[in-house]
Nanobody, 124 residues
């Protein structure tokens, strides 16, 4: 079992920045692939960013490329999502997820454990 706790969400004006954190416990973090997803009201949960267990492979959805950065600190068992130049369309509940295969990909079914989510609201 892996427990995930997100933090760092909040309300920010368009053009602002936030950094989300996701602390993991219960399993060797360095072996886990990590990802961030988001779900806006009335929409499907979508992939945002992924980072492999080795930290060498990243993927981003096109809408956040150049603005968001996923990173990890294995010593702290934490994965981060730095979000810059935020837009109102980034408003959603953000979820971190991990998989035991070490993947960084976008498919929801690859991820084994999920956090409870943190709300990000971007005002115009």
């Amino acid at each position: 079992q892996v427990q995930l706790v997100e933090s760092g969400g909040g309300l920010v004006q368009a053009g602002g920045s936030l950094r989300l954190s996701c602390a993991a416990s219960g399993r060797t973090f360095s072996s886990l692939g990590t990802g961030w997803f988001r779900q806006a009201p009335g929409k499907e949960r979508e992939f945002v960013a992924g980072l492999s267990s080795g930290g060498t492979t990243t993927y981003y959805v096109d809408s956040v490329k150049g603005r968001f950065t996923i990173s990890r600190d294995n010593a702290k068992n934490t994965v981060y999502l730095q979000m810059n130049s935020l837009k109102p369309e980034d408003t959603a509940v953000y979820y971190c997820a991990v998989n035991t295969r070490g993947y960084s990909g976008s498919r929801r079914e690859w991820y084994d454990y999920w956090g409870q989510g943190t709300q990000v609201t971007v005002s115009s």
